[in-house]
């Protein structure tokens, strides 16, 4: 196939892009492209990748690297790319999240760590809690000399491990601390790292080993640099201290264009560790350019309205951005609910969402419940009042033993159990197939054009499925006969095979994590279910209504979204004009394409803490409505 010359290059997929994405899709040196909600971020990476390849800009054998932060995200960027230019041109497109690229770099060089700080081999992935690390942190003041205890004493167990850990660089000659948070940082290390013992390794202890790998080994990161010389990076703004620092061990300094993608107005995970000066640092020292999308393909422009209102809070210079998108509601779009009881606010919000999907035909998926924490709370208040209603609830943010229900959901080893699910359950299912076929070609090694292989395996697969299809006709749901499928699936996969052939579970617990979630999920949705497919609809929300924290609402968007527990109770740490409580009410804002509702109940709290919100919702003309 011809290449077309960069000029003559127009998108796939899509009708056009707006001017500025076009400059920054073409430019040639490092950038700084700021999307804000709604802009097409992923869009424009994918039309970006697509463009390097098929133009030549990125020839063989090089390929594009693109870093993202969830899973989900990684995947879904993947996947438009794949859509979007010829297999022998996406293969060269490479779409990881940033612990799963860091850590396949720890675990490919391990040995050429230096030896004072090379874990051992396995290791152990650990995810720890917050009162593990307030034990430990209790644990080395107990041990620390007077003079240094009230220094150990002032760190907190949400911020050490991201702030402190991610912000130190690994030196290569160990000395004595000099200060209370050089101890503690120092006997933290000693826990992950004992001499006699197998390492305990968390992400960021990985990502601080991935840049000192990088820092003392040019000939690994030159090969890095030439491998990848066009790299992305999605969601900058939520970079942490250790993975900015990798960043610049891995591609300031080189030949690398790199492209960082983010909205500052939308940082909100500053408690895990995100530099509040990411993109200003990047500029200088990739000497990025800077440009701003201008579009909002989401929201519609009455929504947008509202939203800049907030937007000029966090940044008093943001320019308005123009709607794409068209409004299809009438009345208000926006709304402040006041009730008086939780019981009161939950009857009405069943009342409301029956009504408005029946006059609207609209699906439960179409609207989002959103809260700032604890859905777990939430759920119990609302949830049997919306079955009432005919209504089903799904709380995303629901802990499944050392993992979520969403970050289950976006597991590969998920996707692909649950795609042979629906094979089990009907004979004609393309996107399963081609899920589950692709997925072995990986497990059994099948090189790529070796079509008696592949053949042969779509034997097996075939032979398997008829086998399940009988399981699930003679086996009623229950939470028995839901292990007896998901041990016989992971047989047939081999969990052996996926550990090698999946980079994020070459090592560590976290495959081990992955099918235990996936396992009590699926025993809990078999529970009581009339048949195998209302079992699947509800391992994967169909027809569900999601109940979710705003944190892990990011990147996504709903027609509706009704946001609970506007009070102080649920806002104790904020401050007026805080800029991580903007930020926050700000992505709640922006996840919703048509209306976004806000409810307050008085039974919950005052709203004295966080009267800054509601002024702005007040500047913005939106309605309080008494229920």
């Known amino acids: 196939m011809a290449r077309p010359h960069p000029d003559d290059w127009r998108p796939s997929g899509i009708a056009n892009l707006e001017t500025n994405a076009w400059c920054a899709l073409r430019e040639a040196n490092c950038t700084c492209v700021i999307a804000g909600p709604g802009a097409g971020k992923t869009e424009f990476l994918a039309q970006r990748a697509v463009y390097l390849l098929e133009t030549g800009t990125c020839p063989l054998p090089y390929r594009v690297l693109a870093i993202s932060f969830k899973r989900d995200a990684a995947e879904n960027l993947a996947a438009r790319v794949r859509k979007r230019c010829p297999p022998d041109l996406s293969k060269r497109f490479v779409s990881l999240t940033f612990d799963a690229f860091t850590k396949g770099l720890v675990d490919r060089f391990i040995n050429a760590i230096p030896a004072i700080w090379r874990p051992t081999r396995p290791y152990n992935l650990v995810f720890l809690k917050s009162r593990q690390v307030q034990d430990f942190l209790s644990g080395v003041i107990y041990d620390a000399p007077r003079q240094w205890r009230s220094d150990i004493a002032a760190l907190t167990s949400n911020e050490f491990e991201p702030r402190y850990i991610g912000s130190s660089q690994l030196p290569l000659i160990l000395e004595k601390p ?10 933290w290390w000693a826990e992950r790292l004992p001499k006699n013992a197998k390492s305990s390794l968390t992400f960021t202890s990985i990502n601080r080993l991935a840049e000192l790998l990088l820092r003392t080994n040019s000939h690994i990161r ?11 990076i999605d969601e900058f703004q ?5 993975q900015y620092d990798f960043l610049l061990s891995a591609f300031a300094n080189g030949h690398a264009v790199v492209t960082a993608v983010g909205d500052d107005k939308q940082r909100i995970m500053t408690w895990a560790g995100a530099r509040v000066d990411a993109f200003q640092r990047f500029e200088t020292n990739f000497r990025a350019t800077r440009i701003p999308l201008q579009f909002n393909f989401r929201s519609s422009p009455d929504l947008i309205r509202i939203q800049h209102v907030v937007a000029q809070a966090l940044d008093p210079g943001t320019a308005p951005t123009v709607a794409q998108a068209t409004r299809i509601v009438d009345g208000d779009v926006a709304q402040v609910w006041m009730s ?5 606010e939950a009857q009405y ?18 609207y989002a419940i959103l809260v700032r924490q604890k859905a777990d709370n939430y759920e119990a208040e609302i949830s049997d009042t919306l079955v009432g209603a005919g209504l089903r609830l799904r709380n995303e943010s629901h802990e499944l033993g050392r993992t979520s229900l969403q970050d289950l959901l976006a597991d590969e080893l998920c996707r692909i159990t649950v795609a ?13 197939w081609c899920i589950v076929a692709a997925a072995l070609q990986d497990l059994r090694c099948i090189a790529p054009g070796d079509d008696i292989a592949v053949h042969r395996v779509e034997r097996v697969l ?3 499925i008829k086998e399940l299809r009988e399981n699930m006709d003679t086996l009623a749901p229950s939470r028995e006969n839901a292990a007896l499928l998901a041990d016989r699936i992971f047989r047939f996969l081999d969990l052996g095979a996926v550990r090698r052939s999946y980079l994020i579970y070459g090592t560590g617990d976290l ?3 992955m099918v235990e979630a996936f396992k009590l999920h699926f025993a809990s949705c078999a529970n009581n279910a009339a048949d195998w497919a209302t079992c699947l609809d509800a391992f994967e929300g169909v027809n569900h209504i999601p109940l979710m924290t705003v944190h892990k609402s990011k990147g996504l968007e709903y027609d509706t979204i009704i946001f609970i527990g506007l009070d102080d109770n649920a806002w104790w740490s904020h401050t007026p004009r805080n800029p991580e409580g903007l930020a926050t009410f700000f992505v709640a804002l922006s996840r919703a394409k048509q209306r976004a509702v806000f409810a307050f109940c008085k039974e919950r709290g005052q709203r004295r803490l966080i009267a800054d919100l509601y002024d702005l919702l007040t500047e913005a003309g939106v309605p309080e409505i008494p229920l």
């Open 511 to 513: 495959l081990n994590i």
């Open 178 to 187: 000099t200060s209370g948070i050089q101890l503690a940082i120092s006997r």
């Open 238 to 242: 939520d970079t942490t201290y250790a």
């Open 340 to 344: 008086s009881t939780k019981v009161a």
């Open 349 to 366: 919000l069943a009342a409301w969402l029956s009504n408005d999907m029946a006059q609207r035909d609209r699906s439960p998926r179409d």
């Open 462 to 464: 075939m032979a398997f």
């Open 420 to 432: 042979i699910l629906r094979l089990g359950l009907k004979r004609r299912s393309p996107d399963a």
């Open 222 to 232: 030159h090969a890095l640099r030439i491998t990848y010389p066009f790299v992305f």
